[in-house]
């Protein structure tokens, strides 16, 4: 006879709790449901109060998946060395070999899923803004909500020690879950927040920096070398990344949509560049690099296409990061497809060159291997990618802490997908740092760089509500 789905839950639990007496270890415990549809915002709205700082969403641009976390059951970090991927990976590896799952399994990014990401550079120097974050954070939640397809699973994740209570796990359980769907239905977004300042860090001394690098190229091995610049905003009150998060699904469709909280801080963003996607042996990656505004009607905007299809500056920039991510491929792939050349992807505020690469994985390669070969990508870094590393630490006087970094999800079978955490904003309160960035070369100049992360700071700068630029 068939068991009741709570049996089952019930059931798992108890065996999670008697394994973790047995190995005296802590056992990680996932039930999974079929639910009907639920907003994805409001349920992130939902946690607002009660998991403050534990919250995450992601949305990719095609809108076939999107997970969102509310608490923090676990949270896996490295330390700040070159070891960071093999340690989180290690980590999370040892807690899925004596996980118990019960409910609907094998459905992609269900089930317990560990969201986070890294910073861009774990050699850079750490001050109070990243603080919260430190160089990589990743956690599996308490509840989440996926959206795969149209179907919507929740996946309750509970960390069982060995003297626990199976019976405070089950009120546990059913506490939440009653809290859960209550709250669901008042979810209720902040309204308008008002712009009190809007300021630009050291512009003057950031475009005799750009000067410089190109004097530098021009003169030594390096090629290219990405330079980002900071802009705070100031407002009336606290922001609600809920609010942020909504303008940004209204206004940047092909984008990935992405929170992080840590603490009382959250990243958030859109950004339209994928760094892998992983789904069974099948991988796929974005190269995203020369960009241009867009015009102010559909004849203009054609225009600026096909002369950003024709810009030998930004065509070289757009060739050195599909020529870095096509060998990545090859080191680790079976099969590897790149299209003959670019297309134009284009958002609201900006249009980019774009290739997308696919390939077919050797066996036992792991997402986060691939994270590790290619990041820095030259769109976020340069080439070669060690020096101009180096050089982004020694010149560039910003802290780029998770700016820039791989951002994503991974779960127990073998799917997942991380982003670029560009287009994108760390919010502390009442204000906000926004982050953009730029692929100085030899032909390049201040005037037109400054212009150009200018355009990118848009997309955020009109999801905050600050004043955009021309």
């Given amino acids: 006879m068939a068991i009741s789905e709570e049996t089952e839950q019930f059931q798992g639990l108890a065996s999670a709790i008697q394994k973790a007496k047995d190995l005296n270890d802590q056992v990680l415990f996932s039930h999974i449901k079929k639910i009907q549809g639920t907003n ?29 976390g509310l608490g923090n059951v676990k949270a896996l970090k490295a330390a700040a060395n070159a070891e960071r991927y093999r340690e989180v990976e290690k980590s999370w590896i040892k807690l899925q070999e ?42 599996i939640p308490a509840f989440m909500l996926s959206i795969v397809g149209k179907q919507a699973y929740l996946t309750t994740n509970l960390l069982c020690s060995p003297d626990d209570s ?80 909504e303008q940004l699904i209204a206004e940047q469709p092909l984008s990935y949509i992405f929170s992080l909280e840590a603490g009382g801080d959250c990243f958030v963003g859109a950004t339209p560049e994928r760094l892998i996607k992983k789904q069974g042996n099948e991988v796929f990656s974005t190269c995203l690099a020369g960009s241009m505004g867009r015009g102010k009607d559909e004849h203009e905007d054609v225009i600026l296409g096909n002369e950003l299809l024709q810009d030998q500056k930004n065509l070289q920039e757009h060739q050195y990061v599909v020529s870095m991510i ?40 792991t997402i986060l291997q691939f994270v590790e070969n290619l990041h820095p990508t030259p769109a976020m870094g340069g080439l070669p990618k060690e020096k101009a590393v180096i050089r982004i630490r020694e010149m560039e006087g910003l802290e780029r802490g998770f700016y820039a970094g791989p951002l994503g ?9 991380f982003a670029v955490g560009i287009r994108s904003a760390l919010i502390q309160d009442n204000e906000a740092s926004l982050f953009a960035g730029c692929g100085v070369v030899e032909d390049s100049t201040a005037v037109a760089e400054y212009r150009e992360t200018g355009i990118k700071f848009n997309p955020m700068l009109s999801a905050l509500g600050g004043n955009l630029n021309e």
């Fill in 40 to 68: 994805p915002l409001s349920f992130y709205q939902a946690g607002r109060e009660r998991y403050a700082g534990e919250r995450f969403f992601w949305e990719d641009p095609a809108k076939e998946i999107t997970i969102t």
């Fill in 326 to 365: 096509s060998n990545a491929f090859d080191a680790v792939c079976e099969k590897v497809l790149v299209p003959d050349g670019p297309r134009l992807m284009k958002n609201r505020h900006i249009q980019h060159l774009y290739t997308p690469i696919r390939g077919v994985a050797k066996e036992g390669i």
């Fill in 166 to 245: 199976e019976k405070l796990f089950r009120d546990m359980i059913n506490e939440r879950e009653a809290f859960l769907f209550e709250s669901l239905d008042g979810a209720a977004l902040c309204g308008l927040n008002s712009l009190v300042k809007q300021r630009e860090a050291r512009p003057e001394e950031w475009k005799r920096t750009v000067t410089e690098a190109v004097e530098e190229i021009k003169t030594t091995d390096l090629d290219k070398i990405v330079l980002a610049r900071e802009l705070r905003l100031t407002f009336e009150r606290s922001i609600d990344s809920g609010k942020v998060l």
């Fill in 409 to 417: 999800w991974m779960d127990t079978y073998g799917n997942g997908e």
């Fill in 98 to 139: 004596t996980a118990v799952k019960t409910g609907v399994t094998e459905v992609e990014a269900t089930g317990p899923l560990l969201f986070g990401g890294f910073s861009f550079d774990y050699e850079s120097n750490s001050t109070l803004l990243w603080n919260q974050f430190g160089d990589n954070l990743f956690y």
